[in-house]
């Protein structure tokens, strides 16, 4: 269940209302009709593949029309492709369909063995059923099915093996002439092509022997919203921080003209270090046939959702959702810290600015925030959030106990009372007696001094010479000598705009310097044109697989005069992608020629090394480039 809580494959729960077909019979998501074995139980599996959201509509890839005729089982339903929940229920139902008696066979209404749909398309009839694939299955001889996760709408998602790189992977499936194939491996394409570590990549996008599929990354290690909101609410600090990084992600997906339309909390997951990945950009809305005429709106109104349920652990709308409460129906959208006390002022009012809800914006009456990118510049505005102080125990992990508490019981003892002293030895006898023991003891005083006077000398110098001992015998050992570390990826560091050239990255790292990624040209200034989405600069973030101790990093550059530096993440760092992101440095900026050698004057624990380019070098009259031909990071051996 951990896996499944995880995996990037759950597109058929991308709605956490009542999908659209609320019965046996009713409309998938593409705006015509289906049967699903089962009746509401079947419905149920599928996890609900209706729009669900502010301004998306769910229709299909496949050119259905408005008066398309759907079937229910038999023809003679007709259902518009925009139609809501509340109009398919009232659509006329078509003619019951005869009994596993009258027929002789056929699936009893109990019957949930098989979960493949039968879908109807106004224009090609009926639609391929899911593709008939079972466990140990095997796509281009590589992936290997292993766990089906969800049938639905024609297609299918697995959990599957990459037997070449030995990884697990998600895998979703559907036939070559699904109408919506075309869309997906579309969707697929370009959400490769972004190359943002904060969204869940697509590994490969395939069409073969009538298949299709969409192979993308698994994250074991990470739970969805949905799992972290079932524990309650979230800190405010950790709210800053997820809508920080979702309205980043986002506002950068769509400069390069991608929307999600699907953000919910099973599709966001937090990984072990606390950053957040979203899963299924461009694909799910592509496989589930959700478009929308303003992606941007509700994107962002979907993380004003987000945020105001981790705000309150309760969904803004009326319907429960994502094992949420709604909001009750008579009071309509209120504000967070009117739903909870303790709720941040700021938060409450930024998810507000998000959910714009029928036409109202936040109670102090702000200019709403219509788009990911206005979301991000209305996060970086609020004052700073300080994480949440760790509750110490001041009695653990240390020598001081507290005193027990005195009471009645336990009260002082009294001391006991001092005999009085024998009576002195009477006469000459006595006197003598004194003044023998005072000589013996001042003789003994005597002795003893000498004694530990002597001791402390031949100490001093045995110490010395056991110190001098052992620096000479350690004087002869050389410093353990650093090795090359492997490199396991390279990407490209854009942490304020969409990468230049992502896939040249691993040209980096590939021991060939021939091959390089090398930047645009940026015309006017050499730190990358002036540009506001540029301010950071740019390069390449090697990935070491683990913590390793990093000593050196050599890097070839592609051309001279470029101004570089080398950064270290965190230890315990995933994924980094901002600049704040790499606070140890191994070098300081430093204008370099054809090679970069430098050196940390301490070993440092990191995954991700990052070789920064913050200005570039000339190549013509007015034009600037930069690149990086080949990377290598040496360190301390295992």
Not at 120 to 141: C, E, F, I, N, Q
Not at 368 to 386: D, F, M, N, W, Y
Request: proline share 9%; net charge negative.
């Amino acid at each position: 269940m951990a896996d499944r809580s995880t995996a990037a494959v759950d597109v058929a729960k991308e709605s956490g209302r009542s999908p659209l077909a609320a019965h046996a019979d009713g409309a998938t998501a593409d705006g015509v009709t289906a049967r699903k074995p089962g009746g509401a139980q079947a419905d149920a599996e599928a996890g609900g593949a209706g729009a669900e959201g502010p301004g998306e509509t769910a229709t299909g890839t496949g050119g259905t029309s408005p008066d398309a005729s759907g079937t229910s089982g038999t023809p003679g339903a007709r259902v518009p492709a925009d139609a809501d929940a509340e109009t398919v229920e009232n659509a006329p139902s078509a003619p019951s369909a005869p009994s596993a008696a009258d027929a002789g066979s056929g699936p009893s209404a109990d019957t949930v063995a098989e979960p493949s749909v039968v879908i109807y398309d106004a224009d090609s009839g009926v639609l391929p059923a899911t593709p008939d694939l079972h466990s140990g299955h095997k796509l281009a001889r590589r992936y290997r099915l292993e766990e089906c996760l969800t049938r639905t709408q024609g297609f299918s998602s697995w959990r599957a093996v990459d037997e070449k790189l030995r990884r697990a992977v998600g895998v979703h499936v559907l036939p070559a002439e699904h109408p919506r194939a075309r869309s997906v491996l579309a969707a697929a394409r370009s959400a490769a092509l972004l190359g943002d570590p904060r969204f869940v990549q697509v590994l490969d996008a395939v069409e073969e022997k009538d298949l299709v599929w969409v192979v993308h990354e698994w994250l074991p290690d990470a739970v969805d919203l949905t799992a972290v909101l079932a524990a309650g609410p979230m800190e405010p600090y950790d709210a800053h921080r997820l809508v920080s990084q979702l309205s980043q992600a986002m506002a950068a997906a769509h400069r390069e003209g991608l929307s999600h339309l699907c953000l919910h909390p099973g599709t966001v997951l937090r990984t072990e270090s606390g950053q957040y990945r979203v899963r299924g950009l461009a694909v799910s809305a592509a496989l589930l046939g959700k478009q929308s005429d303003t992606p941007q709106r509700d994107d962002t109104e979907a993380i004003g959702a987000l945020l105001y349920a981790a705000l309150t652990q309760r969904w803004p709308y009326p319907d429960d959702a994502h094992g949420l409460s709604g909001l009750p129906a008579d009071i309509g959208m209120v504000a967070p810290d009117q739903v909870r006390a303790g709720v941040h002022r700021g938060l409450s009012e930024l998810a507000m600015r998000a959910l714009v809800h029928d036409g109202s914006a936040s109670s102090r009456h702000e200019e709403p925030c219509t788009t990911p990118e206005e979301l991000a510049k209305a996060v970086a505005a609020l004052p700073k959030i300080r994480p949440p102080e760790p509750e110490v125990n001041p009695y653990r992990g240390s020598g001081y106990r507290q005193p027990p508490a005195r009471g009645p019981h336990n009260a002082a003892p009294r001391p006991a009372p001092v005999p009085p002293p024998p009576p002195a030895l009477p006469g000459r006898t006595g006197k003598v007696l004194k003044w023998g023991v005072s000589a013996l003891l001042i003789a003994a005083l005597g002795l003893g001094s000498w004694q530990l006077a002597d001791t402390l000398m031949n100490g001093r110098k045995s110490s010395q010479d056991s110190t001098e001992t052992s620096s000479g015998a350690t004087g002869g050992n050389s410093p353990k000598p650093s090795v090359p570390l492997d490199i396991t990826s390279a990407t490209e560091f854009s942490p304020l705009k969409g990468a230049m050239k992502p896939a040249d990255a691993p040209k980096a790292v590939d021991g060939d310097d021939s091959s390089s990624w090398i930047t645009l040209h940026f015309k006017g200034f050499a730190n990358f044109g002036n540009l506001p989405d540029r301010g950071n600069g740019s390069g390449i973030v090697v990935d070491l697989g683990s913590v390793r101790k990093v000593t050196d990093v050599e890097a070839k550059m592609y051309l001279p005069g470029q101004t570089v530096e080398v950064l270290a993440a965190a230890p315990d760092a995933s994924a980094p992608t901002a600049l704040a992101d790499f606070p140890e440095r191994i070098s300081q900026e430093q204008s370099v020629g054809k090679e970069l050698k430098v050196s940390a004057a301490e070993p440092v624990e990191t995954r991700y090394v990052l070789v920064r380019i913050s200005a570039l070098a000339p190549e013509t009259t007015g034009q600037y480039r930069g690149g990086i031909s080949e990377i290598t990071v040496r360190g301390e051996g295992e």
